[in-house]
């Protein structure tokens, strides 16, 4: 598209669903009155791994105020068309992603088979909470206790017992193995390129369970509407998904199902998935009644869904000048009990890394096993997090083997504008094949990040200052770290967006879109982008989402794809009412439509400086052409331009005590043309926020049982105001061609910053190279050898 | 349990409302209509709840209501009108402050009874005070920077 003057894009306006959110208008799933609903809870696992031998509600359903129990004895092969409490036992996954859904097909709506502490026994829908909560004491279950597996490496020792031993569950790699997925892929001739490299380093970087900590309880409303159809109200960053994955579980045709996103309170990937939906709809469907669910912190926190840990095992080898020869990442996934999203995470574990790097020999190799331990899922970086904190500290390894600056050695080695990614293409869920394909790197502001951000921190200064103060013997030693990074914007050739806008005969336009805004501006975006292209002010776009029965549909809010692939569609359909408005226009003022232009709410003549309010042309096109004027317009992209950041880390860390202080954190970003420069900031303020969590405070823990140990958000510890580093962000700003007015993704990249820029700092401060996170004062010390 | 009377001010409005003894003071809230009170915990740990009980910030989740009896209770509700933000809330839309919005309101309440007791608080003391409201979304930059431009500008103690 033709660059021009912007007069909305790039510059920072209120969100448009800000009014709303500061002042506290209800907007959010569970702000929705709940007069003669029904509560829905779930009886869960107290067990890692068991059958049930027989289960018993007979009690539960005498209680009064009960209005349905449902067990694995309602879930069957055949069942009874004339029973409302019967559904047929279907495998699928509840990772909400694109037909047919990538993940394994593992999971049914309640099984014979426990196969994690919190794991689903049965549901039960009463008039109160206070009710379904004793129901749900009255539920007698026989459980034959199994032996339990949690760690991968005993899930896929040979002979151990089988998590899936179920032979109707689909698209698992080997479920006699508790092989969940895996891949093996590369390109060139690893082994040739570590036998002909003169610096060889590798190491073990084990990463572990985080989870996403979004404010908003995950939440739905179920109920029949007035013509018998399935209404979920729900917190969901995928309504079109959830929509056609409950049809499909529970017997519906899709039409029959309407999915409605509220205001989300932040989601971060935990919103991708059936939480609730799936077991609260099938309350609906046996009652008839309207039916809500809503977890509580400890079981959002513990049994919603959290990020893979996994083990990666690294080599890199140099030439003597620094050219890589060659780069392999093998990664030991933990999927959980469940496979969500376990295929696709991992690959990004690889397939988003290693394009950063100019190599000619890279392999890529995952396997995800199962565990009885909790569900894991999508998750901001979704799987490069875990890639980058490896392959980011064997770099900074290599750098100090050949004697480099890591900085200066960055430099040399990274990607260019003009270059090819080689790599994504061989590994990218759309397999695009052929020995040269190659995406093109059309955008690329990564050396910029590179050189900016080590000036904003002050790089050289530091660097040399810090190793000459740290052989002096105090014990507070200070280091400085840096780290490259590089995500997507949408998946390639799969993320589908749609947008409508009708123009109405004000001038203002409808936006309606299948986007999913988790908190994240998405919303704000799109109008910014259709209040660009059509001359208009961000006030006079209505947005509309999301609901499957109103807008257009779009593949979610995942992936980083709504900027790019949303603002796309968003940007097409502003194109065509923008193409009508000019040419009745034309016809009004007697003018070409070549020569005017859409500013500020008027149609402008070049030619002859005539001017007519956007709205007079509107109101002309309804009332005296008769001519409606409203597009829909689809986005898929081919390519998925990866945006790319430099994050610097200034630490703090007392050698004697273990205690590690982060004082800044430098993050310099290039996400493309900047469409709210604020909203992008936060963006990567966020991130970073959650980044710390990662490397430094954040973990869930289990008993030997598989027993969730934290309770809730008083022991996880997310950072709060007063621990956090002060922070500068640098938006770096390029132009992807491919993106609504140069645009790229910003949401996920700053979070993969933290845990290897805090861990080369720390081998700055200390010597030491720590290969685990989080970076806790015990690990610190086990690592200088004080403990 | 039987139920009690429960005499209160809400946002200005004398409010006498039948309760059960255990009920909390966010559950009371939400069901009255007050629905910026978010709950995010029910544990006291998020903050989310936090609501002014004679202008002191409270979580609302770890009170049982009856403690609230003959209390003046302030929800981000009375902050705004049909016309006018609170400089706060404007604050925090001009800085790009507010992303999913649901420890908003929690925030911004803390934010006004830290500036009506000290209306000029450094960066620490404004970290320090909001450091019991719990955010996902925005790493506090934001947010402490709309604190700061209110405080800057004065603007703290309006309405």
Same mark, same amino acid.
């Given at each position: 598209?033709?660059?021009?003057?912007?007069?909305?894009?790039?510059?920072?306006?209120?969100?448009?669903?800000?009014?709303?959110?500061?002042?506290? /208008?209800?907007?959010?799933?569970?702000?929705?009155?709940?007069?003669?609903?029904?509560?829905?809870?779930?009886?869960?696992?107290?067990?890692?791994?068991?059958?049930?031998?027989?289960?018993?509600?007979?009690?539960?359903?005498?209680?009064?105020?009960?209005?349905?129990?449902?067990?694995?004895?309602?879930?069957?092969?055949?069942?009874?068309?004339?029973?409302?409490?019967?559904?047929?036992?279907?495998? @699928?996954?509840?990772?909400?992603?694109?037909?047919?859904?990538?993940?394994?097909?593992?999971? %049914?709506?309640?099984?014979?088979?426990? $196969?994690?502490?919190?794991?689903?026994?049965?549901?039960?829908? =009463?008039?109160?909470?206070?009710?379904?909560?004793?129901?749900?004491?009255?539920?007698?279950?026989? @459980?034959?206790?199994?032996?339990?597996? %949690?760690?991968?490496?005993?899930?896929?020792?040979?002979?151990?017992?089988?998590?899936?031993?179920?032979?109707?569950?689909?698209?698992?790699?080997?479920?006699?193995?508790?092989?969940?997925?895996?891949?093996?892929?590369?390109?060139?001739?690893?082994?040739?390129?570590?036998?002909?490299?003169?610096?060889?380093?590798?190491?073990?970087?084990?990463?572990?369970?985080?989870?996403?900590?979004?404010?908003?309880?995950?939440?739905?409303?179920?109920?029949?509407?007035?013509?018998?159809?399935?209404?979920?109200?729900?917190?969901?960053?995928?309504?079109?998904?959830?929509?056609?994955?409950?049809?499909?579980?529970?017997?519906?045709?899709?039409?029959?199902?309407?999915?409605?996103?509220?205001?989300?309170?932040?989601? %971060?990937?935990?919103?991708?998935?059936?939480?609730?939906?799936?077991?609260?709809?099938?309350?609906?469907?046996?009652?008839?009644?309207?039916?809500?669910?809503?977890?509580?912190?400890?079981?959002?926190?513990?049994?919603?869904?959290?990020? *893979?840990?996994?083990?990666?095992? =690294?080599?890199?080898?140099?030439?003597?000048?620094?050219?890589?020869?060659?780069?392999?990442?093998?990664?030991?996934?933990?999927?959980?009990?469940?496979?969500?999203?376990?295929?696709?995470?991992?690959?990004?574990?690889?397939?988003?890394?290693?394009?950063?790097?100019?190599?000619?020999?890279?392999?890529?190799?995952?396997?995800?096993?199962?565990?009885?331990?909790?569900?894991?899922?999508?998750?901001?970086?979704?799987?490069? /997090?875990?890639?980058?904190?490896?392959?980011?500290?064997?770099?900074?390894?290599?750098?100090?083997?050949?004697?480099?600056?890591?900085?200066?050695?960055?430099?040399?080695?990274?990607?260019?504008?003009?270059?090819?990614?080689? &790599?994504?293409?061989?590994?990218?869920?759309?397999?695009?094949?052929?020995?040269?394909?190659?995406?093109?790197?059309?955008?690329?502001?990564?050396?910029?990040?590179?050189?900016?951000?080590?000036?904003?921190?002050?790089?050289?200064?530091?660097?040399?200052? @810090?190793?000459?103060?740290?052989?002096?013997?105090?014990?507070?030693?200070?280091?400085?770290?840096?780290?490259?990074?590089?995500?997507?914007?949408? &998946?390639?050739?799969?993320?589908?967006?749609?947008?409508?806008?009708?123009?109405?005969?004000?001038?203002?336009?409808?936006?309606?879109?299948?986007?999913?805004?988790?908190?994240?501006?998405?919303?704000?975006?799109?109008?910014?982008?259709?209040?660009?292209?059509?001359?208009? $002010?961000?006030?006079?776009?209505?947005?509309?989402?999301?609901?499957?029965?109103?807008?257009?549909?779009?593949?979610?809010?995942?992936?980083?794809?709504?900027?790019?692939?949303?603002?796309?569609?968003?940007?097409?359909?502003?194109?065509?009412?923008?193409?009508?408005?000019?040419?009745? =226009?034309?016809?009004?003022?007697?003018?070409?439509?070549?020569?005017?232009?859409?500013?500020?709410?008027?149609?402008?003549?070049?030619?002859?400086?005539?001017?007519?309010?956007?709205?007079?042309?509107?109101? %002309?096109?309804?009332?005296?052409?008769?001519?409606?004027?409203?597009?829909?317009?689809? *986005?898929?992209?081919?390519?998925?331009?990866?945006?790319?950041?430099?994050?610097?880390?200034?630490?703090?860390?007392?050698?004697?005590?273990?205690?590690?202080?982060?004082?800044?954190?430098?993050?310099?970003?290039?996400?493309?043309?900047?469409?709210?420069?604020?909203?992008?900031?936060?963006?990567?303020?966020?991130?970073?926020?959650?980044?710390?969590?990662?490397?430094?405070?954040?973990?869930?823990?289990?008993?030997?049982?598989? $027993?969730?140990?934290?309770?809730?958000?008083?022991?996880?510890?997310?950072?709060?105001?007063?621990?956090?580093?002060?922070?500068?962000?640098?938006?770096?700003?390029?132009?992807?061609?491919?993106?609504?007015?140069?645009?790229?993704?910003?949401?996920?990249?700053? &979070?993969?910053?933290?845990?290897?820029?805090?861990?080369?700092?720390?081998?700055?401060?200390?010597?030491?190279?720590?290969?685990?996170?989080?970076?806790?004062?015990?690990?610190?010390?086990? =690592?200088?050898?004080?403990? | 349990?039987?139920?009690?009377?429960?005499?209160?001010?809400?946002?200005?409005?004398?409010?006498?409302?039948?309760?059960?003894?255990?009920?909390?003071?966010?559950?009371?809230?939400?069901?009255?209509?007050?629905?910026?009170?978010?709950?995010?915990?029910?544990?006291?740990?998020?903050?989310?709840?936090?609501?002014?009980?004679?202008?002191?910030?409270?979580?609302?989740?770890?009170?049982?209501?009856?403690?609230?009896?003959?209390?003046?209770?302030?929800?981000?509700?009375?902050?705004?009108?049909?016309?006018?933000?609170?400089?706060?809330?404007?604050?925090?839309?001009?800085?790009?402050?507010?992303?999913?919005?649901?420890?908003?309101?929690?925030?911004?309440?803390?934010?006004?009874?830290?500036?009506?007791?000290?209306?000029?608080?450094?960066?620490?003391?404004?970290?320090?005070?909001?450091?019991?409201?719990?955010?996902?979304?925005?790493?506090?930059?934001?947010?402490?920077?709309?604190?700061?431009?209110?405080?800057?500008?004065?603007?703290?103690?309006?309405?």
């Amino acid at each position: 598209m033709k660059r021009r003057d912007l007069h909305v894009v790039g510059h920072d306006v209120w969100k448009v669903d800000g009014r709303m959110l500061v002042t506290g /208008t209800p907007a959010f799933t569970d702000d929705f009155p709940k007069q003669g609903m029904l509560a829905g809870k779930l009886l869960r696992s107290p067990h890692a791994h068991a059958r049930i031998r027989s289960i018993d509600a007979s009690r539960a359903r005498a209680l009064p105020g009960v209005h349905a129990v449902l067990t694995c004895e309602n879930v069957v092969a055949d069942p009874d068309p004339s029973r409302k409490d019967q559904f047929r036992r279907i495998a @699928y996954t509840r990772a909400g992603q694109d037909y047919p859904e990538p993940s394994p097909w593992d999971y %049914f709506l309640l099984d014979r088979k426990v $196969r994690y502490v919190g794991d689903r026994v049965a549901a039960v829908a =009463a008039d109160t909470d206070e009710i379904a909560r004793e129901a749900i004491g009255l539920i007698d279950v026989d @459980y034959e206790m199994l032996p339990a597996l %949690f760690t991968p490496e005993e899930a896929w020792a040979e002979g151990a017992p089988v998590i899936h031993d179920e032979e109707d569950c689909e698209n698992v790699l080997d479920r006699t193995r508790n092989h969940c997925a895996g891949v093996d892929v590369g390109l060139g001739d690893v082994k040739a390129g570590l036998a002909g490299s003169d610096v060889v380093v590798e190491g073990t970087y084990r990463t572990h369970r985080m989870q996403h900590a979004q404010m908003e309880l995950h939440a739905c409303i179920t109920y029949l509407d007035g013509d018998g159809r399935l209404v979920v109200i729900c917190t969901t960053q995928v309504p079109f998904h959830v929509r056609r994955q409950l049809a499909r579980v529970l017997g519906l045709p899709i039409g029959r199902v309407r999915v409605i996103k509220p205001r989300l309170g932040g989601g %971060f990937g935990g919103k991708q998935e059936l939480v609730l939906e799936d077991i609260s709809c099938a309350l609906t469907l046996v009652t008839g009644r309207p039916v809500r669910m809503e977890m509580t912190r400890f079981e959002d926190l513990n049994w919603s869904r959290s990020r *893979h840990p996994m083990k990666v095992d =690294a080599r890199v080898g140099a030439k003597k000048d620094g050219t890589l020869q060659a780069i392999e990442m093998i990664a030991l996934v933990e999927a959980g009990a469940y496979g969500s999203h376990s295929s696709t995470v991992p690959t990004n574990t690889g397939n988003k890394n290693l394009p950063r790097y100019r190599c000619a020999n890279v392999r890529f190799k995952y396997d995800a096993i199962y565990t009885n331990l909790p569900i894991t899922g999508a998750m901001r970086g979704y799987g490069t /997090t875990q890639g980058a904190f490896a392959l980011e500290s064997e770099i900074d390894e290599l750098a100090e083997r050949l004697g480099v600056d890591p900085v200066e050695y960055r430099l040399g080695v990274t990607i260019r504008e003009g270059e090819k990614d080689r &790599v994504s293409p061989r590994m990218y869920e759309a397999k695009i094949e052929g020995p040269d394909a190659g995406w093109p790197i059309d955008s690329c502001g990564l050396a910029e990040c590179i050189e900016k951000g080590a000036e904003a921190i002050g790089w050289k200064e530091k660097r040399a200052r @810090y190793t000459k103060e740290n052989g002096s013997g105090s014990a507070v030693r200070k280091g400085i770290g840096m780290c490259c990074l590089s995500q997507g914007s949408g &998946v390639a050739g799969i993320d589908s967006a749609n947008a409508t806008i009708k123009l109405n005969e004000d001038g203002s336009i409808n936006l309606m879109i299948g986007a999913s805004d988790l908190g994240t501006g998405a919303d704000t975006v799109m109008a910014k982008i259709a209040a660009e292209t059509l001359g208009l $002010r961000v006030e006079d776009v209505v947005v509309y989402a999301t609901d499957t029965d109103i807008v257009p549909f779009d593949s979610g809010a995942y992936a980083s794809s709504t900027t790019y692939v949303s603002g796309g569609a968003t940007l097409k359909a502003a194109e065509r009412v923008r193409a009508d408005l000019l040419e009745i =226009a034309a016809e009004m003022m007697g003018e070409k439509a070549d020569d005017l232009d859409l500013v500020d709410r008027h149609v402008v003549s070049h030619r002859s400086s005539k001017k007519v309010p956007i709205g007079e042309v509107a109101l %002309f096109s309804a009332y005296k052409k008769r001519r409606t004027i409203e597009y829909t317009a689809n *986005h898929v992209s081919p390519v998925s331009p990866p945006p790319f950041a430099a994050v610097y880390a200034d630490i703090e860390v007392n050698a004697e005590s273990g205690e590690l202080r982060v004082v800044e954190m430098v993050s310099a970003v290039d996400a493309g043309k900047i469409i709210n420069p604020k909203l992008a900031e936060g963006q990567v303020h966020g991130a970073l926020h959650m980044g710390l969590g990662y490397a430094l405070t954040e973990q869930l823990l289990f008993d030997g049982k598989g $027993r969730p140990l934290n309770r809730g958000l008083g022991d996880y510890r997310i950072f709060r105001a007063d621990g956090m580093p002060r922070m500068t962000t640098i938006l770096v700003e390029t132009y992807e061609p491919t993106g609504p007015y140069g645009a790229k993704a910003i949401a996920e990249i700053p &979070v993969n910053g933290p845990a290897p820029s805090i861990g080369n700092a720390l081998k700055h401060a200390l010597g030491v190279r720590i290969r685990e996170i989080p970076f806790t004062p015990e690990r610190i010390l086990r =690592a200088t050898g004080k403990m | 349990m039987s139920e009690i009377e429960l005499k209160l001010k809400v946002n200005g409005e004398e409010k006498c409302w039948s309760i059960l003894p255990g009920d909390r003071l966010s559950q009371v809230l939400r069901r009255e209509g007050y629905l910026s009170v978010k709950v995010g915990c029910s544990t006291g740990d998020c903050g989310t709840c936090t609501v002014l009980l004679d202008g002191k910030p409270v979580l609302s989740c770890l009170m049982l209501a009856a403690q609230a009896e003959g209390c003046e209770v302030t929800t981000v509700e009375a902050l705004s009108d049909s016309k006018a933000l609170h400089p706060l809330q404007e604050a925090f839309l001009d800085e790009g402050a507010v992303q999913c919005g649901f420890c908003i309101p929690g925030m911004v309440l803390t934010a006004k009874a830290l500036i009506e007791e000290n209306p000029s608080p450094s960066e620490d003391e404004i970290r320090h005070a909001i450091s019991g409201n719990l955010c996902r979304c925005t790493g506090y930059e934001n947010p402490v920077r709309a604190i700061q431009r209110v405080v800057k500008e004065g603007k703290g103690g309006s309405r």
